[in-house]
């Protein structure tokens, strides 16, 4: 811990131009690792702050670049979204001849036959339907709320039983 603030203290001091604190000058003590940190520290900040060495570069280089730039932009085809292949023309001429075939196709075996009317029920008919909806009025109540109820009840057993395990958990 006590190294990383001496890092610290080094760290600040070269940010803010002051010169390095006691302990962390290379002359006094070459082997400690906060002088050999200062140390690093410095030469950085010298690499840091010299100029960057000018780098030749070729007269024709803007030319060169420019050369390939326009030579890219006449290399790329231009898709063409026209042309359609002769296996989707005659695919989709197949398919509209196969609907048309089947739309405009005779119904031989089919024949139309006139609806049947069907004689309308009798009385008896609805007095038996009516005596079935007396018992489904009496049973339906009872059918509906069971699952209800029974989820009601094991609600309430849960809640008593809540009850009583904090009533037991209290001193």
């Given amino acids: 811990m006590k190294t990383w603030f001496q890092?610290?203290?080094?760290?600040?001091?070269?940010?803010e131009h002051r010169p390095l604190p006691v302990t962390a000058?290379?002359?006094?003590?070459?082997a400690d690792p906060t002088s050999q940190f200062a140390a690093q520290c410095q030469t950085l900040a010298?690499?840091?702050?010299?100029?960057?060495?000018?780098?030749?570069?070729?007269?024709s280089l803007h030319a060169d670049i420019m050369r390939a730039v326009r030579a890219?932009?006449?290399?790329?085809?231009?898709?063409?979204?026209?042309?359609?292949?002769?296996?989707?023309?005659?695919?989709?001429?197949a398919g509209?001849?196969?609907?048309?075939?089947?739309?405009?196709?005779?119904?031989?075996?089919?024949?139309?036959?006139?609806?049947?009317?069907?004689?309308?029920p009798s009385l008896a008919l609805a007095g038996s339907i009516l005596d079935?909806?007396?018992g489904l009025v009496s049973a339906a109540p009872a059918a509906v709320l069971?699952?209800?109820?029974?989820?009601s009840q094991s609600l309430n057993r849960h809640l008593a039983s809540a009850g009583e395990f904090l009533a037991d958990s209290l001193p």
């Fill in 96 to 120: 509209v001849l196969l609907l048309a075939f089947f739309w405009f196709r005779p119904a031989d075996g089919l024949k139309t036959a006139l609806p049947t009317v069907e004689p309308p």
């Fill in 132 to 134: 079935l909806g007396s």
């Fill in 146 to 151: 069971s699952p209800l109820t029974a989820e």
């Fill in 25 to 30: 000058r290379v002359k006094d003590r070459p």
């Fill in 46 to 59: 010298e690499a840091l702050k010299s100029p960057l060495p000018t780098v030749a570069r070729p007269a």
């Fill in 7 to 15: 890092k610290f203290n080094i760290s600040n001091a070269l940010n």
């Fill in 72 to 93: 890219s932009t006449r290399l790329t085809p231009q898709p063409s979204r026209t042309w359609v292949p002769g296996w989707q023309l005659a695919g989709g001429f």
